[in-house]
């Protein structure tokens, strides 16, 4: 890696002099630089400076689904050998992080190294704003900027109705770009490209959001297998199986990603707040510290609701993310877990106070 020519190869996908620097003491031992484009099954495609390879990821703790390879790293390879291993990964700059399916608290890194996180949302049927809102949180957790993109516009051809969905997710992502996109006609295509552009975009969304289809417009090329629309519905059949990094002509990385079924928050109170920042914004001027906006006096947030400057949904999604994410935090750390209980012991000795003193009002 210590020539000129082996940089500029690995630039285009996001190499730079910070980089070079945390891979120095590999390059004295001999080892190649790469970045996963793609793992499955226990091993990895890895673009080099020679070309991509193949490697066996077994160096790398495989039992805990944080410290696993995954596409985006950029890791250390040996230069030969039968099979040929990567030896490690370099830290981590972001993580899109979820977590898993299992029983077990274990979060699952499904992207690393990015600096957007575009959301595709489907113009198609109608729109699950508390799905919008789930992977915002996990997008302003992971470091990365996120990005709505809202696909399919071609299928909404009034643009009063059209107009009034974008203004709903507005509404539901605050500070957040939202782009409206087709890729059948092109529309939006370009300015798409230009923030992905800007280094390393992972497209994440629900099966039938059209991201295969979007990556494909991206690229310039049937890159990504996509399947016909359905005509019942207006919604594709997801076929992306894995999570593939792809150079875009005009210049940046894109890394496409299955459609997501459940998107389980790990860790994600800060992105959970960001999300909600108007909601956050209010409960600084609640009467109590400890306000839980349920029906303290002085709550500002309720406040907000009864006045019409706070919608009753926004809240209830609020609640809902923030107290899944204390049920995650508390199955990992105990510290969190006595908290947690001490805190339903608390409410449920409120709880009981004021119904006693209900109970003595009517007596």
């Known amino acids: 890696m210590t020539s000129t020519s082996a940089f500029l190869a690995l630039a285009r996908y996001g190499w730079d002099d910070a980089w070079a620097d945390e891979f120095a003491r590999y390059d004295a031992e001999g080892l190649l630089a790469g970045r996963v484009i793609r793992v499955d099954r226990g091993q990895c495609d890895v673009v080099t400076a020679d070309g991509t390879l193949r490697a066996d990821t077994a160096f790398v703790t495989p039992n805990d689904p944080m410290r696993v ?22 830290p981590r700059r972001t993580a899109f992080v979820r977590s898993t399916s299992s029983k077990r608290a274990e979060g699952q890194i499904l992207a690393a190294n990015v600096d957007h996180a575009i959301v595709a949302v489907p113009l198609t049927g109608d729109l699950d704003l508390g799905r919008i809102e789930r992977f915002l949180a996990l997008a ?23 107009s009034y969905l974008v203004k709903d997710v507005e509404t539901t992502a605050p500070g957040v770009p939202v782009l409206t996109v087709s890729a059948a ?5 370009d300015v798409l490209a230009a923030v992905a552009a800007g280094g390393t975009s992972v497209l994440l969304g629900q099966s039938g959001a059209g991201k295969s289809t979007l990556a494909n417009a991206l690229i310039g090329e049937d890159a990504m297998e996509v399947q016909a629309t359905r005509d019942v519905d207006g919604k594709g059949r997801h076929t992306t199986t894995t999570r593939n990094l792809l150079a875009l002509p005009g210049g940046g990385v894109l890394i496409d990603t299955p459609g997501l079924r459940g998107v389980g928050l790990w860790d994600a109170q800060t992105g959970v707040g960001q999300v909600f920042a108007e909601i956050e914004e209010l409960a600084g001027r609640c009467r109590f510290q400890d306000c839980a906006h349920v029906a303290e006096p002085g709550c500002a947030v309720l406040a907000a609701v009864d006045s019409g400057d706070l919608s009753e949904r926004r809240l209830d999604s609020y609640r809902k993310l923030m107290r899944e994410n204390q049920w995650i935090v508390a199955k ?14 608390r409410k449920g000795a409120e709880g009981k106070a004021a119904m006693e003193a209900k109970r003595g009002r009517w007596a």
């Not at 890791?75 to 039968?82: C, I, K, L, Q, R």
């Not at 957790?141 to 059209?162: N, Y």
Request: charged share 25%; proline share 6%.
């Open 69 to 90: 390879v995954c596409t985006g790293d950029w890791v250390a390879v040996e230069p030969a050998g039968n099979p040929r291993y990567v030896r490690t990964y370099l």
């Open 332 to 345: 990992t750390d105990a510290r969190a877990r006595a908290e947690l209980r001490r805190d339903w012991k």
């Open 140 to 162: 302003w957790e992971s470091g990365a900027q996120p990005v709505v993109v809202l696909t399919k516009a071609d299928l909404v051809p009034d643009a009063v109705t059209l």
């Open 185 to 189: 006609t092109g529309e939006g295509i």
